[in-house]
């Protein structure tokens, strides 16, 4: 397998994509200080959101009884968006992710908020996968308008073809 230099010395794309699989806010902060690195420097970025990492991209802030069923409902209510991201370690009943929004601010580095503004505005491509939204229930209009397209695996593989994908 070729590395991104090989790729690029030929004269490929410089291309990143994301497959956001955690809705936890560490590993979502991870997912959005690469995404907005990489299209800084003018590469393509994808993000594929599925499972819980679909709650990154939710339109609803808080939470919502989203489904149909009442285990998606469950499911709905429990994925609260971006502001109740638990932390993947020392949670702390919900401190976790505050404490960490105020070391970041304190040391002057982007929030997960400001992070996910800030691949917005540097053009991200994000893409919510099919499959998990059957799943959890969701409908298209359950997330942000930034979110371009509802894709099946094998047409986000297609489009991350030629640079590197990152498994978050």
Known sequence: ?????????????KKLSLIAFSGDFDK?????TLATGAAAVGYEVNIFFTFWGLDAIKRKEGRAFLGKSPMQKLFGFLMGGLRCTPTSRFNLFGLGPRLFRWLMRKNQV???????EAAKALGVHLYACEMAMHVLGLQADDFVHEVEDVLGVATFLRLSEG??????
């Open 163 to 168: 640079g590197q994908t990152l498994f978050v």
């Open 1 to 13: 397998m070729e590395t991104l230099s090989e790729i690029q010395a030929k004269g490929g794309p």
């Open 28 to 32: 979502l902060t991870a997912v959005f």
């Open 110 to 116: 982007a929030t997960l908020e400001e992070l996910v």
